[in-house]
């Protein structure tokens, strides 16, 4: 369930992200992004369990990608809908 889940616990600043050549704080701007876009989208009765496990994803999927610094609020939004629709494609490996 959604609600016993607190984005606050996710979100980053940037000194948690790192050193990205003076973008740390674009970095910080667009884990946070993803963070609540994946949150705002998910299922009022999604699992807490999944939802966790789904906000973890996005740290260890996105904080090595060069192109977060610059990606794009659609992109965003379509990576993280395409996450909540397949779950399962994305989790297989914490089974």
Known sequence: ???FVVIHDYLVTQEIVGDWDGQEEEVAERMNEIYHTMYDLA????ETEILEQ???LIWD???GQEE???IETD???DWC???LDNPE????SEE
């Not at 299922?43 to 999604?46: G, R, S």
């Not at 494609?89 to 297989?92: E, I, N, R, S, Y």
């Open 1 to 3: 369930m959604k609600e």
């Open 43 to 46: 299922d009022e009765d999604i």
């Open 54 to 56: 789904l906000l973890a």
């Open 61 to 63: 999927t996105w904080i």
């Open 68 to 70: 977060i610094a610059d």
């Open 75 to 77: 992109d965003i939004y």
């Open 81 to 83: 809908k395409h996450v």
């Open 89 to 92: 494609q994305h989790l297989q």
